[in-house]
């Protein structure tokens, strides 16, 4: 059965940085692409992030846009979202999701992003 | 940016009961629209896709239709594990990806 864990989470500083992983076992981690969604407390879903299997190509939301980077890594079956200029508004829970078609067909359980001054 | 319009906000059924939930996208979509299911405290779950297509093991009682730019997930004879918040996502224009603000199926 497929899993995917997220960590790294907690408190951010506003205007610093945090790095978010995501281990992925039970399926071909390298044959899918993958995403990084977010929910912020008490509100609806946010799509944050896309990198294609290979890694060269990546997409972005405009509210995280120069501020995010997605990347992973085969080889460890891992992807992570590097988080930097941290703003308020970035307090969520990021969930990695694997993508079947543009859906997302898995999900992790979230890890809680706080920034905070 | 395609914007989902999801309606009711809230919809206050009995177990047994057939729940009626709406999803309207900005612009046409086609049939690329998924809805999931998200129970307090856990991640979502994918339950439709392309409109009308459901996931690996979920149950009969869900189903999906519409297409262009109005959307329908009924599920009949709720069963208490169905009380949830259900959200549309699109995948037809994109980036980005957007989801609907959901609806939430209370007892």
């Known amino acids: 059965e497929e899993q995917l864990v997220e960590s790294g989470g907690g408190l951010g500083q506003r205007g610093g940085s945090l790095r978010l992983s995501c281990e992925a076992s039970g399926f071909s981690f390298s044959s899918y692409s993958m995403h990084w969604v977010r929910q912020a407390p008490g509100k609806g879903l946010e799509w944050v992030s896309f990198i294609s299997s290979g890694g060269s190509t990546v997409y972005y939301a405009d509210s995280v846009m120069g501020r995010f980077t997605i990347s992973r890594d085969n080889a460890k079956n891992s992807l992570h979202l590097e988080m930097s200029s941290l703003r308020d508004e970035d307090t969520a829970v990021y969930y990695c999701a694997r993508d079947r078609k543009y859906y997302f067909d898995s999900w992790g359980q979230g890890i809680l992003v706080t920034v905070s001054s | 940016e395609i914007v989902l319009t999801q309606s009711p906000a809230t919809l206050s059924l009995s177990p047994g009961e057939r729940a009626t939930l709406s999803c309207r996208a900005s612009?046409?979509?086609?049939?690329?629209l998924a809805w999931y299911q998200q129970k307090p405290g856990q991640a979502p779950r994918l339950l439709i896709y392309?409109?009308?297509n459901r996931a690996p093991g979920i149950p009969a009682r869900f189903s999906g239709s519409g297409s262009g730019t109005d959307f329908t997930l009924t599920i009949t004879n709720l069963e208490p594990e169905d009380f949830a918040v259900y959200y549309c996502q699109q995948r037809s224009i994109w980036p980005p990806l957007t989801f609907g603000g959901g609806t939430k199926v209370e007892i």
């Open positions: 612009q046409s979509v086609r049939n690329y």
């Open positions: 392309d409109a009308s």
